[in-house]
T-cell receptor, first 114, second 113 residues
C-alpha cells in the first residue's frame, strides 16, 4: 500500500510569491491534516480536513488556506510568502476522523523563502 | 486546551543502556497519547499509542511507554538502546471531541556506540 505522498519535496520561493503544496493520502484514508515544522516552533497544526470539509483549524493567518477534494487528496496554499514561512510542511492522513487513530505522515515539502 | 511538554531537548545514552524520553500532558477529558519518531529529512513515523486499558503500551522497534494518570505522564522507554535509535522523538495528545493532535516540541535522542 502506498504511503502518504507529498509534492513537491523541495521548493524555493521569494517573498511575496504564493505556493501550493499537494498531498495524496493513503488509499482509503479520508482525513488529512497539515502541520508546519520549524526548528524554533516545533510542529504547529495548520488544519484538518475530512470529507472535503475543514474540521479543525490552527492559529495561522488567513494567508494559509487549504482544501480537500472528493478523492481525499488535499492541497494547501500560502499566499504572499514571508521569510518566516520557511519550514517543512507535513501532511498526515488517517482512516477516519477519530481521536484514537494514529496519523500517517508524508515525508514533507521543504519550503525555503528567500 | 490541550498541551504536551517534553522537558528535555536532548537525551544522551550509551548503546545497550536503557533509555527514557519524558512526556507530560494536559487535557480536559480522557487523553489519547501517541509517540512518533522522526529521522533526518523524513516525516514522522508512528511508534505507539495509549487509548485505554493497560498502562504499559508496547510499540514498534522494542519501544514501550507507561501511562501514569496521576502524574499525567507518558514516558517512552526502551530496555536497551541502539545507535540506530538516534532520532527526534515527539509525544502527542488528543482529547475527546475530535480535537486536533497536539505535539510536544520534540526530544533529540543521541545513542553513542
Amino acid at each position: 500500500k502506498a504511503g502518504v505522498t507529498q509534492t513537491p519535496r523541495y521548493l524555493i520561493k521569494t517573498r511575496g510569491q504564493q505556493v501550493t503544496l499537494s498531498c495524496s493520502p493513503i488509499s482509503g484514508h479520508r482525513s488529512v491534516s497539515w502541520y508546519q515544522q520549524t526548528p524554533g516552533q516545533g510542529l504547529q497544526f495548520l488544519f484538518e480536513y475530512f470529507s472535503e470539509t475543514q474540521r479543525n483549524k490552527g492559529n495561522f493567518p488567513g494567508r494559509f488556506s487549504g482544501r480537500q477534494f472528493s478523492n481525499s487528496r488535499s492541497e494547501m496554499n500560502v499566499s504572499t510568502l514571508e521569510l518566516g514561512d520557511s519550514a517543512l510542511y507535513l501532511c498526515a492522513s488517517s482512516l477516519e476522523l477519530v481521536n484514537t487513530g494514529e496519523l500517517f505522515f508524508g515525508e514533507g515539502s521543504r519550503l525555503t523563502v528567500l | 486546551a490541550q498541551s504536551v511538554a517534553q522537558p528535555e531537548d536532548q537525551v544522551n545514552v550509551a548503546e545497550g543502556n536503557p533509555l527514557t524520553v519524558k512526556c507530560t500532558y494536559s487535557v480536559s477529558g480522557n487523553p489519547y497519547l501517541f509517540w512518533y519518531v522522526q529521522y533526518p529529512n523524513r516525516g514522522l513515523q508512528f511508534l505507539l499509542k495509549y487509548i485505554t486499558g493497560d498502562n504499559l503500551v508496547k510499540g514498534s522497534y522494542g519501544f514501550e511507554a507507561e501511562f501514569n494518570k496521576s502524574q499525567t505522564s507518558f514516558h517512552l522507554k526502551k530496555p536497551s538502546a541502539l545507535v540506530s535509535d538516534s532520532a527526534l522523538y515527539f509525544c502527542a495528545v488528543r482529547s475527546t471531541g475530535f480535537q486536533k493532535l497536539v505535539f510536544g516540541t520534540g526530544t533529540r535522542l543521541l545513542v553513542s556506540p
